[in-house]
């Protein structure tokens, strides 16, 4: 692991921590891939644990979506392909890892970051949470089917739509209302290193049974052709502009092409 995605070992729970607080841990492209590795070390076993944890850095951001310099280069189809492929890749890894998995989110949990936390079994979160998937009002992006199928299985299609095109963060009172989150906590990591240990004292192959069968509808349910969505957005001018509004610190002005 690098200085940016660090992780440790606590008994059998595993912890990863996204460490770019200074960026309110915004995901950089290596990050998602040491995420990967992490998740491809627990399915070989290379890596011996029950359980995993995955925090951010310092009291404010869970992680702040994909770091916005990722994107600059992007000009073709393939960049767009690539990146959501990339994405559907990495948390296919984490979703499919047969122990528990358990966010302990602090502060701002958006974008790439929401789409992390959506993939993990249980999240505990923190009363500062905030929720969500802005993209429509700051990069004008889009969401592959299969993340858009996590959401629809966690907050269900009304409130995915709804959030999608409001853009609105989801805070700690209705996270906890509608299922998002499981339980609020002063202190998520610890809670859940609590809940973590409390699982490992549960049949593993009753958990690691339903998780792959829930996993399984999902994908069912996903299996259907979004690459020309995605490619429309993220090859677009609106998306360009996007991207230098953002660095600009302005308001976008979208126009639909």
């Known amino acids: 692991m690098d200085d ?19 960026a309110r841990n915004a995901l950089t492209f290596a990050m998602y891939e040491a995420l990967a590795d992490v998740c491809t070390q627990v399915l070989d076993k290379s890596l011996d644990i029950r359980s995993l944890i995955i925090a951010g850095a310092g009291e404010k951001a869970f992680a702040a ?3 916005i310099a990722g994107f600059l280069g992007f000009r073709t189809e393939e960049d767009a392909l690539g990146y959501e492929r990339t994405m559907d890749r990495v948390l296919g890894k984490l979703e499919s890892l047969p122990i528990p998995t ?10 790439g970051g929401a789409a992390i936390a959506a993939c993990c079994d249980l999240r505990i979160a923190s009363e500062d949470i905030r929720y969500g998937f802005p993209i429509a009002r700051t990069l ?10 996590r ?13 999608l095109m409001t853009s609105r963060l989801i805070e700690a009172d209705e996270a ?11 202190d998520p990591l610890a809670r859940a290193h609590a809940l973590c240990e409390q699982l490992q004292g ?44 953002f660095l600009e610190k302005r308001e976008p002005d979208f126009k639909g092409r």
């Not at 358990?102 to 974008?111: E, F, L, Q, S």
């Not at 004008?140 to 199928?149: D, K, T």
């Not at 959401?151 to 959030?163: C, D, F, M, N, P």
């Not at 906890?176 to 002063?186: F, P, R, V």
Request: one cysteine or more; glycine letters at 12%; proline letters at 2%.
């Open 202 to 245: 549960h049949a593993p192959l009753t958990l690691a049974a339903t998780k792959e069968g829930l996993r399984r509808l999902r994908e069912h349910a996903a299996a259907v052709q979004g690459d020309g969505l995605i490619v429309a957005c993220y090859t677009s001018e609106d998306f360009r502009e996007g991207l230098q509004s």
């Open 102 to 111: 358990v966010a302990a989110i602090r502060g701002a949990c958006t974008g």
């Open 140 to 149: 004008g992006n889009c969401l592959s089917v299969g993340n858009l199928s």
């Open 176 to 186: 906890l209302a509608i299922g998002l989150i499981n339980e609020t906590s002063d």
């Open 4 to 22: 940016e995605l660090q992780y440790h070992q606590v008994g059998s729970t595993g912890i990863v921590t996204f460490n770019r607080p200074q």
């Open 65 to 67: 979506g994909t770091d």
């Open 151 to 163: 959401l629809v299985e966690l907050l269900g299609s009304a409130r995915t739509k709804e959030i």
